[in-house]
Antibody
């Protein structure tokens, strides 16, 4: 069965950096686009980053563009999110999610989600 | 301020039908991009409920249905059950001259009375 397991979260000071990982199993990771989505405490879902199956296309919202970088290692079945210049409003549970399509540029549904990992930005 | 607009809450008695609207614009839903719906219980990850406007993944009860028209979409729950009490989010794709992005609605809390 499909499994997505996030790791690397924790408490970081404002201006600091953190790298999240998402270990994938149960499907051909190299064939599917992936997302990072976050949820601040008590708030709704916010898309954070997208990467196509082969890394040929990456996309970010303005709120994280230039600070966050999505990457993947298809040989390790792992998705990453490098987060730099972290701010208090980046505090959230971060989910990795598998796109339901191989060739989507972001419009396909996210059919499987990890359990989420908490990132807290605080001094 | 979410790109897709959902009512903050809806409620209904067991057995009733409730609908959740998701209103977008000509750069997302109105441009022909699909709408997807997710269900989320407190403290858990979202779960895909409806994809491609009106399709249910395997295992999703048929009391959940989706539709899309113009710049809006709707999720309907018929025969509301206590276990349907959760948060529901719509998602689509937005593309304009300033770029493209995945967009979510602000979420709707469904309360079973």
């Amino acid at each position: 069965q499909v499994q997505l397991v996030e790791s690397g979260g924790g408490v970081v000071q404002p201006g600091g950096s953190l790298r999240l990982s998402c270990a994938a199993s149960g499907f051909t990771f190299s064939s599917y686009a992936m997302h990072w989505v976050r949820q601040s405490p008590g708030k709704g879902l916010e898309w954070v980053a997208f990467m196509r199956y082969d890394g040929s296309n990456k996309n970010y919202p303005d709120s994280v563009k230039g600070r966050f970088t999505i990457s993947r290692d298809n040989s390790k079945n792992t998705l990453y999110l490098q987060m730099n210049s972290l701010r208090a409003d980046d505090t959230a549970v971060y989910y990795c999610a598998k796109a339901s399509s191989s060739f989507t540029y972001g419009d396909a549904a996210a059919d499987y989600w990890g359990q989420g990992i908490l990132v807290t930005v605080s001094s | 301020q979410s790109v897709l607009t959902q009512p903050p809450s809806v409620s209904g008695a067991p057995g009733q039908r409730v609908t959740i609207s998701c209103t977008g614009s000509s750069s997302n839903i109105g441009a022909g991009y699909d709408v997807h719906w997710y269900q989320q219980f407190p403290g858990t990850a979202p779960k895909l409920l409806i994809y491609g406007n009106s399709n249910r993944p395997s295992g999703v009860p048929d009391r959940f249905s989706g539709s899309k028209s113009g710049t809006s979409a709707s999720l309907a729950i018929t025969g509301l059950q206590a276990e349907d009490e959760a948060d529901y989010y719509c998602q689509s794709y937005d593309s304009s001259l300033s770029g493209s992005s995945v967009v979510f609605g602000g979420g709707t809390k469904v309360t079973v009375l």
